[in-house]
């Protein structure tokens, strides 16, 4: 299990600290805006008290105001805000000054542009008044099949305005895994791209989007966004088709249609491993406060701060991307590669170039760049204020790194959270500390818990990460799930009235969080659990070692299987010596009991194509399940490696029998 250290790695300064947003925010409310600690235990013991001062504080601008803060406090089914009417869009473009940057749309290549507030508006007007003459109004859903571009956060606030559903996944969608998701919706309006880039590479994705557009029979019409400058195919669609330039180039006054705090604003999908992926609904309400939360006061966004986020339309952080704008700041979208062929520290020269202030990763991301040997700090990054990391845990090798090659006073932000709430359940924040290879604290009203086996809270102990208290950006429903019977069963099943997300994690003696990785894939040897990002830590951090996964295989005898899956470095091979090395690397960064029965070479590591590693899904395949039960290939990052696993249970299971 992994360990947590006393002393913090990262201390904030006193003055930083006392300027930020946050500490502002807990005098608002008349606590010391240094101690984060005291901040949190209010805001989870007064809950109503505390979502009504994040209403004041960031002065949400409502048609119709609300009757009480919370009118039902059950989970799930609480009932924010009842009575409020307002506008998720509006409050999305009205602190950006005509002549303020509000977009700067990047790519791969070093090229770019800006997009004022004033042309934002403008733009979103006129896409609105577009959408609204084919037939689009309140409750009507509009998809998206596009990259992060500027074009997305356009046509997501064209239809927010409306009071229209908007959802999205980027181009490297397979046109049938696109429409899994989008059909489930019945959309009314399709707006695709011609294609992206990717690693020096324009992807021409003309002929899926025709192919998507076919899938969707309730489309009433197509606008086509020429993104890569390839002639459209409008002759063979079988709806309407208009280009993105008529659509976005009329001189049209934006109007923002007021709805009820927790009407729809955007359905994201699970990674939907099996069967059809969930769509969760969120509400204009719940995104708003929440967002306005996450990146006003924990990430210390403003007017005059930019944010560069790597992420595709399909992962959350795409959300978070768009909802820069809530807080006035600038936000920068990016088509292509992390790390491009031609450019692998783009994002870096970017940062500096654009001097962005908050930078947004991936662990994988920041173990490349060192194990790769990249300097960021050949670049002016003193603008970078906060490092944000997510997607999963960020080992405690990768803390000096950022420090030694960012910037010392950088705040290195590890975040954990999910789509599910489209948030995080724990991060940092201006005002706290940081200690290497942990969460520093749970988010401001999480009412974050590790709960042991007989669902009682514990520290410094491994438990199920749950929240015992309500959150507005739970979601509203799934879509097709009118009962929520299947809602229910995702969340609230194991505990009455409590959130269960499904991650291990140890809430330490000093408030922070660490992530040990899902429940559902936790290795139990001889009764003792153990978590598999402590093993991933240890062996990734070789230089020897591309990627690792370790699995723990109940077998039918009663036996336990615990091999570790490794992706050697390019030109490098397994032998006996480093298997070795990898063992006294988990003996010493982890402990002995987490060196496992094997150490074997595999051509790959399969992931959810937002890149977490299908630890599940590999688990239940070599314990037999057949694969299509197990995983759609469509959402595999790499399909054919569902064969690969799936022949090693078997070779497995021959051994055992044999033997």
């Known amino acids: 299990m992994t360990t947590s250290h006393t002393d913090p790695f990262f201390t904030p300064d006193p003055e930083t600290t006392a300027a930020s947003r946050i500490a502002d925010f807990a005098r608002y409310v008349g606590l010391d805006g240094v101690d984060y600690a005291a901040l949190h235990r209010w805001s989870v013991t007064h809950l109503e008290t505390f979502w009504g001062a994040v209403w004041e504080y960031f002065d949400i601008d409502a048609d119709a105001p609300y ?40 790519d791969e290549t070093g090229s770019g542009y800006e997009v004022t507030g004033e042309r934002l508006r403008a733009l979103v007007a006129s896409v609105a008044a577009t959408l609204r003459d084919l037939g689009v109004g309140r409750g009507d859903r509009v998809v998206g099949y596009l990259p992060n571009t500027a074009h997305a956060i356009v046509a997501f606030l064209a239809a927010a305005s409306l009071g229209a559903v908007w959802s999205v996944c980027g181009q490297d969608y397979a046109p049938k895994a696109a429409a899994d998701r989008f059909a489930q919706l019945e959309p009314t309006v399709l707006i695709a791209a011609d294609g992206y880039l990717f690693n020096g590479t324009t992807h021409d994705r003309r002929e899926a989007a025709l192919e998507l557009a076919r899938a969707l029979p309730t489309l009433k019409a197509t606008v086509l966004v020429d993104h890569v400058g390839l002639p459209a195919l409008s002759e063979n669609y079988p709806s309407l088709v208009l280009p ?9 006054q934006l109007i923002c249609v007021p709805v009820p705090f927790d009407h729809p604003l955007w359905v994201v999908f699970s990674s939907g491993t099996t069967g059809l992926p969930k769509g969760i609904v969120h509400g204009h309400g719940g995104v708003l406060l929440e967002h306005l939360k996450t990146l006003g006061l924990h990430s210390d966004l403003g007017p005059g701060d930019r944010l560069l986020w790597y992420t595709t339309t399909h992962w959350m952080m795409w959300n978070l991307v768009a909802s820069t704008l809530l807080t006035g700041a600038t936000t920068c979208t990016y088509d292509g590669s992390p790390v491009p062929f031609a450019e692998p520290d783009v994002l870096w020269e970017l940062a500096s170039r654009h001097r962005v ?107 199920e990460l749950v929240v015992t208290r309500p959150m507005p950006s739970m979601p509203l429903s799934f879509w097709n799930d009118p009962d929520g019977t299947r809602y229910r069963d995702a969340y609230f099943s194991s505990y009455p009235d409590v959130w269960r997300h499904g991650d291990w994690i140890t809430i330490t003696g000093h408030g922070s969080v660490i992530i040990h990785g899902r429940s559902d894939s936790t290795l139990n040897r001889n009764g003792v659990r153990l978590g598999s990002a402590d093993i991933h830590d240890a062996v990734e951090r070789l230089p020897e070692i591309a990627e690792a996964l370790v699995i723990g295989v109940e077998e039918p005898d009663g036996g336990y299987w615990m091999p570790l899956f490794v992706v050697p470095a390019p030109g490098i091979e397994l032998d006996n010596a480093l298997c070795e090395r990898i063992k006294d690397a988990i003996r010493t960064g982890a402990s002995p009991r987490h060196v496992p029965d094997e ?61």
Not at 383 to 397: E, F, K, M, N, Y
Request: glycine fraction near 10%; charge should be negative.
């Open 67 to 106: 009757e009480q803060v919370l009118a039902e406090q059950r989970m799930p089914g609480a009932r924010w805000f009842p009575g409020a009417t307002l506008n998720y869009a509006r409050h999305a473009l009205r602190n950006l000054a005509d002549d303020d940057v509000a977009i700067v749309a990047l």
């Open 244 to 252: 993105w330039e008529d659509a976005s180039t009329r001189a049209e």
């Open 357 to 463: 202030t908050v930078f947004g990763t991936s662990p994988q991301y920041l173990l490349a760049m060192a194990k790769f040997g990249i300097d960021p700090s050949v670049y002016d990054l003193s603008s970078i204020r906060v490092v944000g990391c997510t997607g999963s845990a960020l080992p405690a090798s990768a803390y000096p790194w950022v420090r030694d090659h960012v910037g010392e006073g950088v705040l290195l932000a590890s975040i954990s959270g999910g789509t599910d709430i489209v948030s995080g359940f724990a991060g940092s924040a201006p005002n706290t500390p940081v200690w290497a290879g942990e969460l520093s604290a749970p988010h401001l009203r999480v009412a974050l818990a590790a709960y042991d086996a007989e669902g009682m809270p514990v520290v410094d102990q491994v438990g």
């Open 599 to 659: 150490v074997r070479q595999v051509p790959g590591i399969p992931h959810t194509r937002t890149g977490k590693k299908l630890e599940v899904p590999v688990k239940r395949l070599l314990q037999g399940a057949p694969a299509e039960q197990v995983v759609n290939p469509a959402t595999v990052d790499a399909p054919e490696l569902i064969d690969y696993y799936a022949g090693l249970g078997e070779e497995r299971r021959k051994g055992r029998a044999i033997a």
